[in-house]
């Protein structure tokens, strides 16, 4: 199971602005690569990556082979009660990886 | 044209007599020659993507293998008691094979004879992960290999192989690297070669790559044949290596253009 | 004449010979792919510039994982916010890189990512607000060849 990386502060207070990290294992492969034989590799990328609080969505991304491997998404979000960041990666080849991050707001 | 420069540069540098090792208040990282935005990419966890596979080797560290059923915990317990500081002083003396290993070597050797498994292949995820995870547990820590007198013959042929010229470019390790540190190639800065950060994350490689790699890259680079991975001439170079840059701090994941 | 269409001739086959060795790298975005990209977005609306920030390093260490952030000049309230940021660039296979979509709720207009340029060339960002009027910033990055890189696989 590829391993993801999340920054989400525990603590906020009400109507805070909040910094969210995230770093997803992904080769990035970009479909435009060749093997000394000449043949493509196939291309293998995370297409879409979609973070949701409390089952709302709050930031969504298209990915395209230009994003490095590994792919590095910082962004912003106001909280204004607590709950749970859930976080959605697909991809190629059937990818499609979760996590989440509780977050308090006092 | 690239090419012609590199080897314009480097003709200039063969010319110059070989310098002494590096002192130690000389010593510099990898980290200090790089832009500050690779260096932020090092310096948080959450932003460096080395920490993925220390992610990943964690989990291989609790994961039961081999015929044995063991999982490195299972002996070893908790790796960031029991390995603290032990990356520090690899490659080391192993006293059944009459020759150094190095941590990579290490963990096959502790697959092989304690968890009746398999070696992981050189460069897998999984060996690079386990190896990445062992090596955080020493990170800030000194270096501090080739204390043990059994290596000493050992260290010398590194060193040996470190000051002698060869291949196309009929140049040594030390003509860059000892000598020439301070001085650009092409657009990159030529470093001292200290070999504090590995396993690392190299921006080139888009992932996590061992010492070895790294030497065999710059021994093809100066057109001369690579050392297979494993290869005695290999871990010599690494053991050479880490007593040169003894007493810097181990970054493991470190993270380098 | 005999000569000359023998050199022809002979010329042909050489540029056959080059066009096959040429295909194993791939080919550059051209600009109509890059405004065509854009359009795609912007549809026939006017991008203007101002309102966003590219910070993109000027000098690359490393054309794989190059950082970037933008930002967007913008309250982020219910009413006036930043629905969302594209980035394009110019020489890469393809001349799209991302696109994320934010909303009211992300608080500021700011977003970070890492890129690969395969050269050196431009990289542009274009915000769409929420009233539906286009915003856009370039920047000029100069990718450099590291001295010694591993062959390619």
């Keep these: ?106 | 044209m690239r090419i012609a420069l590199c080897i314009a540069l480097l003709t200039a540098m063969a010319g110059a007599a070989l310098a002494t090792e590096i002192s130690l208040d000389q010593r510099r990282s990898g980290y200090s020659f790089m832009s500050a935005d690779t260096k932020a990419m090092q310096d948080e966890d959450t932003a460096n993507p080395g920490m993925l596979f220390v992610l990943d080797g964690e989990a291989l560290w609790k994961r039961k293998a081999g015929s044995a059923d063991k999982a490195c915990a299972d002996c070893h317990s908790d790796a960031r008691v029991s390995m603290k500081g032990v990356a520090a002083h690899y490659p080391a003396f192993e006293k059944t094979l009459g020759k150094p290993v190095d941590l990579e070597g290490r963990i096959n050797l502790c697959r092989s004879n304690h968890q009746q498994a398999s070696p992981f292949a050189y460069e897998s995820r999984e060996l690079l992960a386990l190896t990445a995870y062992v090596a955080q547990q020493s990170r800030g820590v000194p270096i501090a290999a080739g204390d043990d007198p059994d290596l000493a013959p050992f260290v010398e042929k590194g060193h040996a192989l470190f000051v002698q010229r060869q291949g196309q470019l009929n140049l040594a390790c030390a003509n860059c690297h000892d000598d020439n540190w301070d001085k650009k190639l092409a657009g990159s800065p030529i470093t001292q070669g200290q070999p504090t950060g590995y396993p690392l994350y190299r921006l080139e490689w888009q992932a996590l790559g061992s010492l070895q790699r790294r030497l065999r890259a710059c021994i093809t680079g100066i057109r001369a044949q690579a050392y297979d991975y494993g290869s005695p001439e290999l871990v010599e170079l690494e053991l050479y290596l880490m007593t040169r840059a003894r007493g810097m701090p181990v970054e493991t994941p470190a993270v380098r253009p | 004449m005999a000569n000359s269409e023998h050199t022809r001739r002979t010329f042909f086959g050489l540029t056959g010979g080059a066009a096959a060795l040429v295909i194993v790298r791939p080919v550059d975005a051209t600009p109509a792919m890059l405004s065509a990209a854009i359009r795609n977005v912007v549809g026939e609306a006017n991008v203007r510039t101002g309102k966003v920030k590219l910070d993109i390093p000027p000098l690359v260490e490393n054309g794989n994982t190059v950082p970037m952030t933008v930002s967007v000049t913008s309250p982020m309230t219910a009413d006036e916010y930043v629905k969302s940021i594209h980035v394009f660039n110019e020489k890469n296979p393809q001349p799209n890189i991302g696109n994320f979509y934010l909303g009211p709720r992300a608080g500021r207009a700011q977003v970070s990512t890492r890129i690969r340029l395969a050269d050196s060339q431009k990289v542009t960002a274009i915000a769409r607000l929420s009233d539906d009027t286009f915003w856009s910033a370039t920047a000029d990055v100069v990718v450099t060849l590291a001295a010694c890189t591993e062959e390619a696989i």
């Design chain 1, 1 to 106: 199971m590829p391993s993801a990386l999340i920054n989400v502060p525990k603590k906020a207070k009400r109507g805070d602005v909040i910094e969210i990290k995230t770093l997803m294992s992904h080769i990035m492969e970009t479909g435009y690569r060749h093997t000394a034989s000449g043949d493509v590799v196939p291309r293998d990328i995370i297409t879409s990556f979609t973070c949701r609080f409390n089952g709302i969505e709050v930031f969504r991304a298209d990915l395209y082979p230009a994003i490095a491997a590994n792919p590095f998404i910082t962004f912003f979000a106001t909280v204004t009660e607590s709950g749970k960041f859930e976080f959605e990666w697909i991809g190629d080849k059937g990818f499609s990886e979760t996590a989440s991050a509780s977050i308090t707001v006092e």
